[in-house]
């Protein structure tokens, strides 16, 4: 009741629902949060970027981040696409976010993919003036000291299969599994102030991820605001992302660069992995990825017809160059698709995406007075549309919402050339 209090008094006037056809107003909203709960997130003020890190769990204990992406909201908190990799903020300090609860999923015994929200803000306690605090109480390595010891409480402990015997020799050439609960935060602090030198990426992570928050000398800070311990659809894209346009991770940068074996590569066998030099390296390749959205204009064409009009639109993929759109997900009957677009630039991924976004919002040539008559159907707002009905009571969002997005970061770009 106390919390039901607070929440009227408090949160009405800042309130955005992101759905209405849900949730007509705030006290039909508040009546289902009080019968079946809700969470809270906490949401900084003056938002740099809502980034992802996805990292994968090997049974022995082992972290690996596996990319990172970046929401493009189409209203706030409703994400519309998503870009491969993020386009702002750290990646030394997301790389460092995902390892450290990695290794937190993986002593409460997670094997798998897991996936951690960091958001980027402005930090409001900046001081251009004051130098770099590197020597500030960083952190602890590994969050959570709560974790179990004893095997008996981990997770999927009784589903486990016995290992077999191993001999001296593979005993030696095979890394141990990572202890459980508190004694990996000991272990990784020695590993960390034994390997991570001074005036590096550390010190980066450590302005930003210090106990007492961001420091004064950090123009940015950041917050981990949900960790999704399962494979998300952010994390989905990254595999066919990276199996179309022939990319592989740079764990240095955490930028996308094409393999070796890619006909755009550069020259040096295929044995040597490509080395990145910055963002605008001929090797790095960027990426947008739209969330599923209906497509009205979907369910009236066939798949013939919907692929002659991609090729008429110049929707397609040039594995030449590794440039170009295709389509991650297409449900004609239903009207659902997701559109992934591949280019050397963020800029140029978003205007390829609008393209062939803009081609399947307006769907096959029609004659002026019925494209008209759709175009009022389909443009109307999502606030305007009468809630509480069951076909309209979801959160797929449609391609308009995703046009929206996409001129919505068109025009950021615009502004930020203008002197």
Known sequence: ?????????????????????????????????????????AVPQNLVSQTTVHIQIDPDGGVNVVGSSEAVMSQPFVRAASYYPHTSGSWEVLQEAGVRL???????????FASVDVVFFENPEYDPAR?????????PLVIGGGTPIDPRHLMFEGLRSPSPPMSADSEERLPRPAPAGALVDAELALQAKANVPSGGAEDIVTMMLGSAGPSPSSRFGCWIVDVDARLTDEATALFPLQFVGQLRLDPASGLLCLAQSAGGAPEGGASKPPV???????????????????????????????????????????LLHNVGCVFNFLDALHALC??????????????????????????APRTAAAASSVRSKVSAPREVLQAGREADASDCISVIDVQ????????????????
């Open 338 to 363: 997701s559109v992934l677009a591949v280019d050397r630039s963020p800029e140029l991924c978003v205007k390829r995406l609008a393209t062939a976004v803009s081609a399947l919002a307006e769907g």
């Open 276 to 318: 990145v030099q910055d963002a605008g390296d001929a090797a790095v390749r960027w990426a947008v990825v739209s969330r599923v959205a209906t497509a009205p204009e979907l369910s009236k064409m066939s798949h013939q017809s919907l692929f002659q009009l991609a090729k008429m639109r110049g929707v397609s993929f040039d």
């Open 102 to 112: 990695g290794h937190v999923l993986a002593s409460k015994g997670h094997v798998g």
């Open 131 to 139: 130098p770099p605090e590197f020597d500030r109480e960083p952190t």
């Open 1 to 41: 009741e106390e919390v039901r209090q607070a929440l009227r008094r408090w949160v009405p006037r800042r309130v955005c629902l992101c759905n209405r056809r849900a949730y007509s107003d705030w006290a039909s909203w508040m009546g289902e949060a009080s019968r079946v709960g809700a969470v809270i997130q």
């Open 404 to 419: 929206a997005a996409l001129r919505a970061v068109q025009r950021r770009w615009t502004d930020k050339r203008r002197p």
